[in-house]
């Protein structure tokens, strides 16, 4: 299950302004975390990493363990937010990052400008995936799980320039957004 854990993965970015994060946390793939700047040159760039999911996770903690024994000492809870392991588990989750095309800037532009009221957050569940949208400069976060409220329809856009940008293979299936459109198919219901 995908779950992207802030702590341990997220990245800084030197640039003129940070714009959002939005993160997708799918049940059957790995959770991803796309970050939007605009730069110094004024040019619009989107970065991002994957988490570090399922038999990979417990193995690279193994790895760290060896090289600091003192960790498996501490309690489990206290281990995990170690800023040495935290720093060990970044190395295995590469930061990619792409330039954004006018037609894609329109489409920050249009997430940065639209009003979207109160702080959001829809319980999520084991299966289907978590969209979240962490509007940085109204320090706001809005979050649904599975189907994208129709009253969103800012974010089916970024949904698509992120998924042709990062080409997450196993999102593909998952991503579902408007009336019930699943990657540019209608299902079949």
Same mark, same amino acid.
């Given at each position: 299950?995908?779950i992207?854990?802030?702590?341990?993965?997220?990245?800084d970015i030197t640039?003129?302004q940070?714009?959002f994060?939005?993160?997708?946390?799918?049940?059957?793939a790995?959770?991803v975390?796309?970050q939007?700047?605009?730069?110094?040159?004024?040019?619009f760039?989107?970065?991002?990493?994957y988490?570090i999911?399922?038999r990979k996770?417990?193995?690279? @903690?193994q790895?760290?363990c060896q090289?600091? +024994?003192?960790?498996?000492s &501490?309690?489990w809870?206290? !281990?995990?937010? *170690?800023k040495?392991?935290?720093?060990?588990l970044?190395?295995?989750s590469?930061i990619?990052?792409a330039k954004?095309?006018?037609?894609e800037?329109?489409?920050?532009?249009?997430?940065l400008?639209v009003?979207?009221?109160?702080?959001?957050h829809?319980?999520?569940g084991?299966?289907?995936?978590d969209?979240?949208?962490?509007l940085?400069?109204?320090?706001?976060t809005y979050?649904t799980?599975?189907? @994208?409220?129709?009253?969103w329809?800012e974010? +089916?856009?970024l949904i698509d &320039?992120?998924?042709d940008? !990062?080409k997450? *293979?196993p999102?593909?299936?998952?991503v579902?957004?408007g009336k019930?459109k699943i990657s540019g198919k209608?299902?079949e219901?």
């Open positions: 299950m995908g992207y854990i802030e702590e341990w993965f997220s990245f640039s003129k940070h714009l994060n939005f993160i997708i946390e799918p049940s059957f790995d959770a975390c796309f939007f700047h605009q730069m110094y040159d004024e040019s760039m989107v970065f991002w990493n988490e999911n399922g996770f417990p193995k690279l @903690i790895e760290y090289i600091r +024994p003192e960790m498996k &501490l309690p809870e206290q !281990a995990l937010k *170690e040495g392991l935290v720093e060990y970044r190395k295995f590469p990619y990052q954004l095309d006018e037609k800037i329109k489409i920050v532009k249009d997430i400008n009003d979207w009221g109160e702080p959001h829809i319980l999520g084991l299966d289907g995936h969209y979240t949208l962490k940085i400069e109204k320090d706001k979050r799980w599975c189907v @994208i409220p129709c009253e329809t974010l +089916p856009p &320039l992120v998924i940008k !990062a997450p *293979e999102l593909h299936s998952y579902v957004h019930c209608e299902p219901i």
